[in-house]
């Protein structure tokens, strides 16, 4: 059974930076794209970053220029850089695999971002 598992959110202040990790275990197969996604306090989850199993990335118009997603296969390790952090980017992170035909996702339990002025 695969499983994400988020780690380093934390308390930043704006302009700063953290980098989020997502490990993930039980040897996925098939995977299509890799990604984060984010959910604010009573609003609904948003879709962040999507990282495609050929290399390519497409990140939200709200995060693009600041945030990097990247990939180590040796490790089995998904992170998201953030830059430039702004209060809006206050949310709990969640990373997710998209596995298969059937496009079946997996999610990690999330890891809180808080950034303050």
């Known amino acids: 059974q695969v499983q994400l598992v988020e780690s380093g959110g934390g308390l930043v202040q704006a302009g700063g930076t953290l980098r989020l990790s997502c490990e993930v275990s039980?040897?996925?197969?098939?995977?299509?794209?890799m990604g984060w996604y984010r959910q604010a306090p009573g609003m609904q989850r948003e879709w962040v970053v999507t990282?495609?199993?050929?290399?390519?990335?497409n990140y939200a118009d709200s995060v693009k220029g600041r945030f990097t997603i990247s990939r180590d296969n040796a490790k089995n390790t998904l992170y998201l850089q953030m830059n430039s952090l702004k209060l809006e980017d206050t949310a709990v992170y969640y990373c997710?695999?998209?596995?298969?035909?059937?496009?079946?996702?997996?999610w990690g339990q999330g890891t809180q971002v808080t950034v303050y002025s």
């Open positions: 039980g040897s996925p197969r098939d995977i299509n794209a």
């Open positions: 990282y495609y199993d050929w290399g390519a990335a």
């Open positions: 997710y695999i998209d596995q298969g035909i059937m496009r079946s996702h997996s």
